[in-house]
C-alpha cells in the first residue's frame, strides 16, 4: 500500500495577492508533494479562494502535481456546471484532478445564498454524484430526479477516465454514503482511532451494495506544524474558524511537534488504515514556505525512502 502526503493552505490572507498562491503551488510541486488541496468556503467573512478557479490555475502552473478540493460543498452547485467545470479542470491537468466532495458546512447563509435549502444537503448530494458520473461517460443524459431534471444533455470535454470520487465526513451516515457511492473516505478532524472505526463501518456495508474501494482510497486531512516540540507547536499553530472540535483536544487529531512526533502521529493513521494524507498547514502565512521546507525534509523523505528501502 503506497502512502502519499499532499498539502492544504491554511486559511490565510494571500499578502502577495495572486502571485503568492502562485508561488505556494510552485513549492509544493518543487518539493515533491502529491497533491494540493483545496478547502470550500463560499461565504465566509475570513479570505478563502473559490476552489475550482485556482485549481484550474493551479493546473495550468504544475505537471506533475495533483489537485483536489477537500471537500467541495455539492449541494450548493448545479451538477451539469460543476461536471463541466471539473472535467475542464482535468482536461487542462491532464487527469490530475480527484475531486472530493461532502454536504457542506453547517453556515446557513451559505445554502441561502445560493438558493438551496439546507434540509435537502444530503438527497442532492447523493443525486449530484450520480448525475457526475453519468455526465463523465454517457451522451444524452436524460434524468428526473427529486432535486435535478435533464432532457439529452451532453457536455465535452470529458474526463480521460471517469474521475474517482471520494466523500468527506466522520459521522455514520457519511461511512454509508461513501460505500454506497464513493470511490474513497477522506476525513478531516479525525483521531486514528476514528480513521479504523470508519474504515471498518465502510467496509461492512461496501457488500451491502454490491461495491468495493481500494484499500488505498482512505485519506485523513490533518493540521500540521512542524516546531522543536509538541508545546512550541501548539502555541503557534493556527486553526482556521471551524477547524476546532469541543469534544476532543486538539492534539488528538493534529500533528503538532517535532518532526518525530509528526512521524509518529502519521505512523498512528497508517496503522489504522489510512494511506492517503493531506498536511493542512496550521503556520502563519509568513511561516508557510518555511514549513514547506521542514516537512518535505522530515515527513515526505522519510516516507519515500521508506517505500524504495
Same mark, same amino acid.
Given at each position: 500500500m ?7 493552505? $491554511? ?6 495577492g $495572486? ?29 478563502s ?17 495533483? @489537485? ?5 460543498a ?10 463541466k ?16 466532495v461532502?454536504? $457542506?458546512g ?12 439546507k434540509?435537502?444537503r ?12 453519468? @455526465? ?11 432535486f435535478?431534471?435533464?432532457?439529452n ?8 477516465a ?17 460505500a ?13 482511532d ?15 451494495h ?19 516540540s ?42 489504522? $488504515? ?18 514547506l ?17
Amino acid at each position: 500500500m503506497s502512502i502519499k502526503v499532499g498539502l492544504a493552505p $491554511g486559511q490565510w490572507a494571500w499578502a502577495g495577492g $495572486g502571485l503568492a498562491f502562485l508561488r505556494f503551488v510552485d513549492a509544493c510541486e518543487e518539493l515533491g508533494f502529491d497533491s494540493l488541496w483545496l478547502s470550500d468556503r463560499v461565504v465566509s467573512p475570513q479570505m478563502s479562494l473559490e476552489p475550482l478557479t485556482a485549481l484550474a490555475a493551479a493546473a495550468a502552473r504544475t505537471r506533475h502535481l495533483k @489537485l483536489g478540493t477537500s471537500v467541495l460543498a455539492l449541494a450548493i452547485r448545479n451538477p451539469v456546471l460543476l461536471a463541466k467545470e471539473l472535467a475542464t479542470i482535468d482536461f487542462i491537468a491532464a487527469g490530475r484532478l480527484f475531486p472530493a466532495v461532502g454536504l $457542506g458546512g453547517e453556515d446557513d447563509r451559505e445554502y441561502e445564498a445560493a438558493g438551496v435549502r439546507k434540509v435537502e444537503r444530503a438527497g442532492r448530494t447523493d443525486e449530484a454524484i450520480g448525475l457526475l458520473r453519468r @455526465l463523465w461517460s454517457e451522451d444524452g443524459v436524460t434524468h428526473q430526479g427529486r432535486f435535478y431534471t435533464l432532457t439529452n444533455v451532453t457536455i465535452r470535454p470529458r474526463p480521460s477516465a471517469s474521475l474517482p470520487i471520494w466523500i468527506g465526513g466522520r459521522s455514520a451516515p457519511a461511512w454509508r454514503r461513501v460505500a454506497r457511492l464513493g470511490d474513497g473516505w477522506l476525513a478531516s478532524s479525525v483521531t486514528p482511532d476514528e480513521v479504523a472505526q470508519g474504515i471498518a463501518a465502510i467496509r461492512a456495508e461496501l457488500p451491502v451494495h454490491a461495491r468495493h474501494i481500494e484499500d488505498d482510497h482512505y485519506g485523513v486531512m490533518l493540521s500540521v506544524y512542524v516546531a522543536a516540540s509538541a508545546e512550541a507547536a501548539q502555541s503557534r499553530a493556527f486553526a482556521p474558524a471551524g477547524r476546532l472540535r469541543t469534544d476532543v483536544p486538539v492534539d488528538s487529531y493534529a500533528a503538532l511537534g517535532s518532526p518525530d512526533d509528526i512521524n509518529r502521529r502519521v505512523g498512528e493513521y497508517v496503522a489504522a $488504515g489510512a494511506s492517503k494524507f493531506v498536511l493542512r498547514l496550521a503556520c502563519p502565512e509568513a511561516e508557510a514556505h518555511d514549513q514547506l521546507a521542514r516537512l518535505a525534509e522530515s515527513v515526505l523523505a522519510p516516507l519515500n525512502a521508506s517505500v524504495h528501502a
